[in-house]
């Protein structure tokens, strides 16, 4: 709808730098960044290659873009989820559920993140990896608030601090979709997030 707004021709650019991505995440997730080159990018986009060069100055450029694109996909679903029902304990079950379903649904991504997380050259996987970096810790705020503000209204315990928790439950949420990323048939990521959430909620210990 955003886009909407935007001119036709301003409307066009964003289509086409689109469907770039789509096909430079489809090409890299195949073969992986070193064995992929800008001309294929483009014959796969049905771009002339000149045209791909007025969006992108290089390969590395182009990757970064999109891994950084992926990102803000990622933790702006993540961040809407957390802004609906006014219950702290809702909030986090939908974090959860959020965030199993963004993972399922951008598997190809994931894998070339971490694949290459060696493989793309020293200068754009440092230059990435801080921006990426950067995303994360400012949603992992958004988290905390949400721990924060039920502690203030006497939902949770004060048992350490909010961005502790949120770091907590995210570690959690990743270890379980890490299971399942490399054993999916043997470690499904649970259907109910209270299998996950209740972990961090009820803790081992008898009252």
Known sequence: MEDMKLPRRE????????????????????????????????????????????????????????MLQQSDTFHEGLAKALKGPEDEIEKLRNYVRAKGELFRANVSMIRLYFAETRGASFNVMAGLDSEIRERYYQFMQTLASVFEKGMERKRFKKVAAPYHLAVALDSLANAFLFLWLEMPERHPYPEDPDTILDILVKGLLEP
């Open 11 to 66: 409307r066009e650019r964003v289509r086409q730098r689109q469907e770039m991505l789509a096909a430079a995440l489809g090409l890299f997730s195949e073969r992986g960044y070193h064995n992929v080159s800008m001309h294929q990018i483009a014959e796969k986009g049905e771009f002339a290659i000149g045209t791909l060069y007025k969006f992108f100055k290089n390969k590395e450029d182009l990757y970064k873009a999109l």
